[in-house]
């Protein structure tokens, strides 16, 4: 049996795709590793293209886009492999990345799921990820650890637990989601793999970073810097996030600060940039949640 299943979802974005496979293909050993491509509600089927990059794959297409987390999950379902590595489409990778992530593993089993150093693409020398801070439930917010700064191999040898894994490249054991569970799909997109991250806390397994291993993120391919889905779907999950993750208490005491200290200053931000476009999905993403249960699979946003 493949050690490792390799999962990636694709949405409207064959060439990067493309360069996804062939990093992994040239990084990879396909005796070890399977490598899963969901394609999710794409306009145009490129299965071809796929196959002629990695012909090994094995490829899923979905007629309706899911979303990150429910792509991913589509791709869980069919993995046979140990490990589990979730990759986005517009990432590369080093060729020490397998044997990296499930050497961690292995040497400590507590580990639940575990993301490596993450420098952007286009600057191969900037840090992206090098871990996340806890998160604070009162504002919903967190910091990434070493982001922007230069890679000098500071991070390196550091193995260490960290508050939360990030989306663009995180492992786990196949077996461990037994009992974890899948991604949250009602997120759609953002905040999913934070929630995630909580699951496997509340499963007793610890979250973690280790700098031995690198991957090259070409950051906002898929959404763009600032659009109306980016803004409806961050301004909604993280509050979603906080619902469905802290008590009712701290919930009341975010929404608070939420209403009338962070999304104010998010409007007055459009403002000042001259993007009133974006400032009813502000408040759409609030009011999703004032409708709609943490539950809830009711998107709100016409994909």
Not at 157 to 185: I, P, W
């Amino acid at each position: 049996m493949k050690t490792t299943s390799i999962i990636t979802v694709n949405f409207n974005q064959p060439k990067v795709t493309i360069d996804f496979l062939k990093s992994v293909k040239a990084n990879t050993s396909t005796e070890e590793v399977e490598v899963i491509l969901v394609d999710n509600g794409s306009i145009e089927n490129h299965k071809d293209a796929y196959l002629e990059a990695y012909p090994d794959l094995i490829y899923i297409y979905s007629e309706k886009n899911l979303g990150f987390a429910g792509g991913n999950n589509l791709g869980i379902k069919v993995a046979k492999g140990e490990y589990l590595l979730l990759l986005n489409n517009d990432t590369e990778i080093s060729e020490n990345i397998i044997d990296v992530l499930t050497s961690e593993f292995v040497k400590n089993p507590s580990i639940g799921i575990l993301s490596p150093l993450i420098l952007y693409f286009e600057e191969q020398d900037v840090v992206q990820y090098a871990g996340f801070t806890e998160m604070n439930y009162v504002t919903g917010r967190n910091k990434a650890i070493g982001y922007m700064q230069k890679d000098i191999g500071q991070f390196d040898l550091e193995s260490r637990e960290t508050g939360y894994c990030h989306g663009a490249a995180m492992m786990c054991k196949r077996m461990d989601l037994e009992t974890v569970g899948l991604m949250a799909d009602q997120f759609f997109l953002y905040y999913e793999e934070l929630d995630w991250c909580e699951k496997f806390k509340q499963a007793g397994k610890k979250i973690w970073f280790t700098g031995r291993s690198r991957v090259y993120h070409k950051e906002s391919m898929s959404v763009g810097k600032e659009s109306s889905i980016k803004t409806y779907f961050m301004t909604r999950n993280r509050m979603l996030f906080i619902r469905r993750n802290t008590s009712l208490l701290n919930t009341l005491i975010f929404s608070v600060f939420y209403l009338f200290v962070a999304c104010p200053k998010q409007v007055l931000i459009y403002l000042k940039k001259g993007r009133t476009d974006l400032i009813r999905w502000v408040f759409k993403g609030i009011c999703w949640n004032f409708k709609n249960s943490k539950d809830s699979n009711e998107l709100g946003f016409k994909i």
